[in-house]
């Protein structure tokens, strides 16, 4: 593969958009990063707990937090795509 | 050269769809057939295991969904680490993808035997054509039976597909649900269950490692997300979010299988329940269903078996269009891309991994093979997370993401790690599996250096439109000069003609059509007559006046450099003698954009000409620094010290602070005058050369001052990488641009280890997409 063949493919931007676009993510850094952590302490919970008590609390903190992760990603998903169309009208705009 | 056709499949997998396909490719054979096992492997803390995966994995399907989005072809994983990376990588991931899902149809097959047998155990069945069910023969032999039925089917060209394919997924998911429902169900009845998770970790953390490696393969499921990506509607939006939702679904069905086969049963001895599951392995899970969910080992076994089918099928499909593609890519020989007239499917591709199939069915236990296909799973995601990094700087601007990474580059770093971590700590659980990785791995290298390299050069090479007289002798030495200006070649020609004259040579005239981006290559054809009656008949002409023997060769391509860097590599050039005018258009190029990709890509020594008068040089400077260089520039020099009886004044300029280190400066010496003497034994009458060590605080402005007693400045280079970093700040980009008269700049041939490991690091410090043109 190379960029002829992901243009013949269809597969780049329009040329005009090349480098047009924010290639910074859309998920929301803090949330997702507290979230990851709360993921890995469930994990480290589990461990720990030695079957007991905690071993629970550390599925359920797992099962919550990594279910958030999801959800944020999800969200981060929609809002990339209402972003690359803003910035498709703007380029468009500016065009004309 | 034409435009093909894009056929595109029609998107008709909605969200729900194709997230039920990643669901139904995870929960499926993976979680019957390995939860006995990874069970006897951590103990109850396979549910630390299961969720210590999900971690992992969730950072690799972050990868995929980012790739998933910008790229959503069939390809996957394999695609993209033939776009992201270089030299060996593409064949490897397609090499180690055909074992990865040949040898996961090893373990389903393997799988699908036990549970069969199993069955017909239950039904009273003791042998089969005389052999015992439970004998280690019937379940190899049943594997090798089933392996070859769904060859046979796949070979008819029938998949399970549309409606089928649901009911099989919506089955299993069903199962699953009613053996997680009955046995929390027990667990709530029975208060000692909840003692059974303690000792949590009776391997310790050795043992969740080695289930997490064991289980991998049961979180890989997103890869046929991404495989379906052609079919997807909206794919910049539902590949990603089906990337995610499917782990958001399997990961807590994953955890709470794990919960329920540990606590609901009763092993109605002092024996743990999870060494209990561990006994039966594969079976395990069968076992525990018989004890708390209606019909449970009937149900359990029907699950396992259209899963452990629907797997083997959808493996011997996935592992024969692997090798079907790098038949097809030139990776592998022709036959593998072969397509039978009558059924239109890859059979020879199909044969030879339904006989790989077989093979680790037969010479390697199943939680080996399951292993095996683990760390190969992990190696290849490992490759994905490494080719985001690249492909995200080379095509980043360039692409439509519907999802991006957060913390980039972090997380996938952070994901090769932890995967490199599990795959090598996988040899603590299974020696073999390594063994058997190892060795498919290293046969990969031995055959795409081998085979596969030369093949796929020779599909991307320009064409080649003329060639005369070609001379088949390969010892003689071959220099190649490009010719494109009549006025020019001459020099060129004298001076390789010199060469090729002390060395036994012969010359290599090439032109290269050159056809612009707009138009296509077959455009060039309408200018091989011009060309050669203006420029190649006259450069011919004038190499066949120094009588050695002579061939001219005209490609078409995009830029000039590819054309030269082509004919190096199919002829085996060994020389490039080449014209510079002095200066570069381009404010990025240092010696002009072609100069400096022939520099860098060109697997030959080079030797580039600045100047008009290389005809009569009486006196020629040769300021040795590495000697890399230097017996490069005495070859030289001595060419014209033989045809022109030239003097060579061989100079090392040093700075005062190492002239001062009497031991340094010995060290750099001695070096230099090994190579420049190195043809000089104690019997040899000739006098041994001697350097001329000049002592300046500007080794440029030395050099140059030097160079105004001489006639021709033979100006050398050490190696690519020093190379390019000198020229392009500093002492040779200086020497060469402030020396006035006629120069030479040398380059050596990399060595082969050399030039792929300099051929790595361009790849990745550079920023440009690549190119086949």
């Known amino acids: 593969m190379s960029i002829e063949d992901l243009k013949d493919q269809g597969i780049l931007l329009p040329e005009k958009e090349w480098g047009e676009h924010n290639l910074t993510t859309t998920v929301s850094k803090i949330p997702i990063f507290l979230l990851f952590i709360f993921s890995v302490l469930g994990c480290l919970l589990i461990f720990l707990g030695e079957g007991k008590f905690w071993t629970w609390v550390g599925i359920i903190l797992f099962f919550c937090s990594f279910f958030g992760v999801i959800i944020l990603c999800d969200r981060a998903i929609v809002n990339q795509r209402k972003r690359t169309k803003r910035e498709k009208q703007e380029i468009e705009t500016s065009e004309s | 050269m034409a435009k093909e056709t894009h056929t ?98 090893s373990l389903y097959a393997l799988g699908f035997s036990s549970y069969l047998g199993f069955m017909l155990k239950e039904m009273g069945v003791v042998t089969l054509a005389g052999i015992p069910i439970e004998a280690a023969i019937f379940q190899k032999g049943l594997a090798v039976v089933i392996a070859l039925i769904f060859v046979a089917i796949n070979f008819k060209g029938v998949s399970e597909t549309g409606l089928a394919g649901n009911i099989v997924t919506m089955a299993k998911i069903i199962i699953i649900g009613i053996f997680i429902g009955s046995g929390l169900y027990a667990m709530f009845n029975e208060p000692a269950s909840w003692e059974k998770f303690t000792p949590f970790a009776p391997e310790g953390f050795a043992g969740v490692l080695s289930a997490m490696g064991l289980t991998y393969i049961a979180f890989e499921g997103y890869e046929i997300i991404v495989q379906a990506g052609e079919e997807v509607k909206d794919p910049k939006r539902n590949i990603p979010r089906a990337v995610f939702w499917s782990l958001a679904i399997v990961i807590p069905i994953y955890i709470l299988v794990a919960i329920t086969a540990i606590g609901a049963i009763d092993t109605g001895t002092s024996q743990a329940t999870w060494q209990w599951l561990g006994e039966y392995k594969e079976l395990g899970l069968a076992e525990a269903a018989r004890q708390f969910m ?49 059924t239109k499917t890859p059979y020879l591709a199909l044969i030879c991994s339904g006989g790989l199939i077989i093979f680790m069915a037969l010479a390697v236990p199943i939680e080996d093979v399951a292993a095996a296909a683990d760390v190969m799973f992990l190696l290849l995601f490992l490759q994905v997370n490494m080719a985001i990094i690249t492909i995200r700087r080379k095509y980043g601007d360039k692409l439509d993401y519907g999802f991006l990474i957060p913390f980039f580059p972090v997380v996938p770093i952070v994901a090769i790690i932890l995967m490199i971590g599990i795959a090598v700590f996988m040899f603590h659980f299974s020696p073999i599996a390594w063994y058997f990785v190892i060795g498919w791995i290293s046969t990969g290298f031995v055959i795409y250096y081998t085979y596969a390299r030369k093949r796929k050069r020779m599909k991307s090479a320009s064409p080649v439109v003329l060639q005369q007289s070609m001379p088949i002798e390969k010892e003689r030495y071959r220099i190649m000069i490009p010719v494109a200006n009549p006025s020019t070649s001459k020099r060129l020609i004298d001076f390789a003609a010199m060469i090729a004259r002390t060395k036994g040579g012969e010359l290599v005239l090439v032109h290269v ?37 002579v061939s001219s060769v005209m490609r078409i391509a995009r830029k000039p450099a590819k054309g030269i860097i082509d004919e190096v590599e199919e002829r085996d050039i060994d020389m490039i003698v080449m014209g510079w005018k002095g200066s570069s258009k381009h404010s990025e190029a240092i010696l002009g954009s072609n100069v400096d990709k022939i520099l860098r890509d060109a697997d ?41 009886g030239s003097k060579i004044n061989i100079c090392h300029v040093i700075p005062p602070k190492i002239n001062n280190n009497k031991e340094a400066k010995e060290e750099r010496l001695e070096s230099l005058y090994e190579v420049i003497n190195e043809d000089k034994n104690e019997e040899s009458e000739a006098p041994k050369r001697t350097i001329n060590v000049q002592v300046s605080k500007s080794v440029v402005s030395q050099i140059v001052r030097l160079s105004k007693e001489s006639d021709i400045v033979v100006l050398g280079a050490a190696e690519e990488g020093w190379f390019r970093k000198m020229v392009a700040g500093s002492r040779t980009e200086q020497i060469a641009r402030l020396v006035k008269g006629n120069l030479i700049l040398v380059k050596p041939r990399r060595g082969s280890i050399k030039s792929g490991l300099q051929d790595v690091i361009e790849f990745f410090r550079s920023k440009e997409p690549e190119s086949n043109e």
């Open chain 2, 294 to 342: 209606p019909f449970g080992t009937t149900l359990l076994l029907i699950g396992g078996i259209l899963s452990t089918m629907s797997a083997l099928n959808a493996t011997t499909f996935s592992s024969t269009r692997v090798s079907f593609a790098m038949g097809r890519d030139r990776n592998l020989p022709d036959f593998f891309a072969e397509i039978n007239e009558k």
């Open chain 2, 513 to 549: 059509i050159t056809v612009p981006k707009q138009a296509p290559l077959r455009v060039g054809q309408q200018f091989i007559k011009r060309v050669r009656d203006d420029v190649l008949d006259e450069a011919v002409e004038i190499a066949e006046n120094h009588d050695l023997p």
């Open chain 2, 604 to 644: 030959c020594d080079i030797a580039i000409l600045r100047g008009d008068n290389f005809g009569e040089a009486e006196n020629i400077l040769l300021p040795v620094a590495f000697p890399q260089s230097a017996k490069l520039m005495l070859d030289i020099g001595k060419v014209f010290e033989e045809e022109q």
């Open chain 2, 8 to 105: 595109e499949l029609s998107r008709d997998l909605g969200l729900f769809t194709i997230t039920m396909v990643g669901v139904g490719a995870m929960i499926g054979a993976g979680i019957f057939v390995l939860t006995g096992i990874a069970a006897g492997t951590a103990g109850p803390a396979l549910i630390l295991a299961f969720a210590a995966n999900g971690l992992v994995t969730f950072l690799t399907a972050l990868a995929y969904a980012e790739l998933g989005s910008a790229i959503p072809e069939a390809g996957g994983g394999y695609l993209w680490v033939k776009e992201g990376l270089p030299g060996p990588n593409a064949f490897l991931a397609g090499w180690m993808s055909w074992f990865a899902h040949a040898v996961a149809g």
